[in-house]
C-alpha cells in the first residue's frame, strides 16, 4: 500500500486549510485511516481517523474545527482543517492500518503564520 499526502502550504491564523491522501495497492474492505501531526521537538501524536465504517475519533484540541472524511471507492481521505491555530503547524502524515500492518506517507507540512 502506498499513501500520498497533499495541500499543506502556509496559512494565517484563522484560516483553512484542505489535505487529501490517495491511498493505492492492495486494501482491504476494513481500514482504518488517519492522520498524524509532528510539531518539532513533539512526538507525534494522531489527529483524527476514520473507520470504513464511518466510526470517526478526533484528538480533543481539533474537536469542532477539523473534519476527516473519506471516499472508500477512491481510497481517499480528507482533513478539512478550519480556524488554524498556530499549535496546528507542523508535518501532517497519512496513515493506513490495513490487514494488520501500519502503512505511512510522506509528510505534508502546515504552517500557521501571520
Known amino acids: 500500500v502506498q499513501l500520498q499526502a497533499s495541500g499543506g502550504g502556509l496559512v494565517q491564523p484563522g484560516g483553512s486549510l484542505r489535505l487529501s491522501c490517495a491511498a493505492s495497492?492492495?486494501?482491504?474492505?476494513?481500514?482504518?485511516m488517519s492522520w498524524y501531526r509532528q510539531a518539532p521537538g513533539k512526538q507525534r501524536e494522531l489527529v483524527a481517523n476514520?473507520?470504513?465504517?464511518?466510526?470517526?475519533y478526533y484528538l480533543d484540541s481539533v474537536k469542532g474545527r477539523f473534519t476527516i472524511s473519506r471516499d472508500n471507492a477512491k481510497s481517499m481521505v480528507y482533513l478539512q482543517i478550519s480556524t488554524l491555530k498556530p499549535e496546528d503547524a507542523g508535518v501532517y502524515y497519512c496513515?493506513?492500518?490495513?490487514?494488520?500492518?501500519?502503512?505511512w506517507g510522506k509528510g505534508t507540512q502546515v504552517t500557521v503564520s501571520s
Open positions: 495497492g492492495s486494501i482491504n474492505s476494513f481500514n482504518v
Open positions: 496513515h493506513m492500518y490495513n490487514n494488520g500492518v501500519n502503512y
Open positions: 476514520i473507520v470504513t465504517t464511518g466510526t470517526i
